[in-house]
C-alpha cells in the first residue's frame, strides 16, 4: 500500500512540475532563438488515464516482488 501513495505522490508532484515548472524553462531557453510564447496542449483525459497507469503498474509490480520473495526461503536470500 504504501508503495501506491508514493506513487500517487509522484504523479501529482509530475504533474505540477510538467505543467507549471516546464513550460517556464522550456520558454526561457526557446526564448533565445525568437520563440516567444509556448503554447502548452495538454489531453487531460490521456494524462489522467497513464497516471492512473502508472499507479496500479507501480503497486502491482512491487505487490508481485513481493509474494515472489515471501515465498523464498531466508537462507537463500542470506546467501544471494
Known sequence: ?????LSAFG?????FVGVKLLP???ENILSQYG????P???NWGMST?????SIVAAGLGCWLSTRVISK????????E
Do not use: D, E
Open 1 to 5: 500500500m504504501g508503495i501506491v501513495i
Open 11 to 15: 504523479v501529482l508532484f509530475g504533474v
Open 24 to 26: 517556464l524553462v522550456l
Open 35 to 38: 520563440l516567444i510564447k509556448l
Open 40 to 42: 502548452l496542449v495538454v
Open 49 to 53: 488515464v497513464v497516471a492512473c497507469l
Open 72 to 79: 523464498t526461503s531466508p537462507r537463500i536470500l542470506i546467501v
